[in-house]
């Protein structure tokens, strides 16, 4: 800190105290202004690394969803490799999906293009026996309606698809 300015000797000038005393505001003001400065940019730094945070967290769910279908992806193809037999195959298919999709029913059904139905080869959820005698004659329900068109059908809710028959197994 700067010593009072004498004028004469144990005399302090007014004057000169007052500019000493003005700069040393100003000092302060400077250094206040340049704290908050740099709190500003402190505060934008955590805002963007908060960002990034949410960033790196989405992408590492990403990843562990993509790893997790690798996984799948390889454990299901290592399978199929190890049996010729379709049915088997599908039923194991058929297995996965069920517990990856986690959904109550689910069923493999095949076009036999002589009667013009489909008959279920494999199923989850419903009596197999009651599934593989059931046939459902292209162009009814959902999966009729598949098999005619050609085109795929999503059905969030079954309860709530008018194409959806009430007499599937």
Same mark, same amino acid.
């Given at each position: ?13 007014? &004057? ?12 302060? %003001? *400077? ?25 790196? %967290?989405?992408? =590492? ?16 193809? *290592? &399978? ?35 009667? &013009? ?30 098999? %005619? *068109?050609?085109? =795929?059908?999503?059905?969030?809710? *079954? ?11």
């Amino acid at each position: 800190m700067e010593e009072p300015l004498e004028a004469e000797e144990g005399k302090i000038d007014p &004057q000169r105290e007052m500019e000493r005393l003005r700069r040393l505001v100003e000092e302060k %003001d *400077t250094m206040l202004r340049q704290q908050e400065d740099a709190l500003g940019r402190l505060r934008l730094m955590m805002e963007e690394l908060e960002e990034k945070s949410r960033q790196l %967290d989405e992408a =590492r769910e990403r990843l562990h969803r993509e790893i997790t279908r690798a996984s799948l992806f390889t454990e299901i193809s *290592t &399978q199929l490799s190890m049996s010729r037999n379709l049915e088997k195959n599908l039923e194991y298919l058929l297995g996965r999906l069920h517990a990856l999709m986690d959904v109550e029913k689910s069923s493999v059904m095949l076009l036999d293009s002589s009667k &013009q139905e489909l008959r279920i080869i494999a199923a989850r959820g419903v009596s197999l026996e009651k599934a593989r005698a059931f046939r459902l004659p292209v162009g009814e329900g959902v999966a009729g309606w598949v098999a %005619d *068109t050609g085109r =795929r059908l999503i059905v969030p809710n *079954t309860h709530k698809e008018p194409l959806y028959t009430r007499t599937n197994p």
